[in-house]
């Protein structure tokens, strides 16, 4: 169903087909964005572990990673 408002009048209809596959495309394409909006966060999550498991074996503090 898709509703139109337009001004004081509220439509309520089924969608056209092309409707239908512009509105599935759109939620595809936001989950995909989703899923690779999270893959880099737990990318970026992993290098700085990563990261502070190295400094952390030269021998430095946390205080002193924090600072860096």
Avoid: N, P, W
């Amino acid at each position: 169903m898709i509703r139109i408002i337009d001004g004081d009048t509220v439509t309520d209809r089924e969608m056209t087909a092309a409707e239908a596959a512009a509105h599935k495309k759109s939620g595809d394409e936001a989950t995909a964005q989703q899923a690779a909006s999270e893959a880099a966060q737990a990318a970026t999550a992993a290098a700085k572990k990563s990261a502070y498991k190295k400094l952390a074996a030269l021998g430095l503090t946390a205080d002193e990673i924090a600072a860096l």
